[in-house]
Nanobody, 125 residues
Framework: QVRLVESGGGSVQAGGSLRLSCAAT????????MGWFRQAPGKEREGVVA???????TYADSVKGRFTTSKDNAKNMLYLQMNSLKPEDTALYYC???????????????????WGQGTQVTVSS
């Protein structure tokens, strides 16, 4: 059974940094897609960054140059380093994994069958 557990959220001031971690109970190297999503109150869940099985990384335009994702296959971990945080980055951040292709690109929600519980990130101005 795939279980994803996020950690590292918190409250920071604008311009600060946070590092989110996602621990998986399965091999992250074997996942078709892995990604970070976020959902702010009253808004739809949106993709932040996705990594496909070829290692291609796709960032949302809103976080390019500020956020960086990395995978540790040996530890089955996915990370999200968030720098230069803005108040509009405030959201519940989710780690997600898709174990097999289904015709949808990794940058969308479609391929993801497994989701963590989320970790809250709050950025104050």
């Amino acid at each position: 059974q795939v279980r994803l557990v996020e950690s590292g959220g918190g409250s920071v001031q604008a311009g600060g940094s946070l590092r989110l971690s996602c621990a998986a109970t399965v091999s992250v190297a074997s996942m078709y897609c892995m990604g970070w999503f976020r959902q702010a109150p009253g808004k739809e869940r949106e993709g932040v960054v996705a990594v496909d099985s070829d290692g291609i990384v796709t960032y949302a335009d809103s976080v390019k140059g500020r956020f960086t994702t990395s995978k540790d296959n040996a530890k089955n971990m996915l990370y999200l380093q968030m720098n230069s945080l803005k108040p509009e980055d405030t959201a519940l951040y989710y780690c997600a994994a898709g174990s097999k292709p289904n015709g949808y690109p990794c940058r969308g929600i479609g391929p993801y069958q497994h989701w963590g519980q989320g970790t809250q990130v709050t950025v104050s101005s």
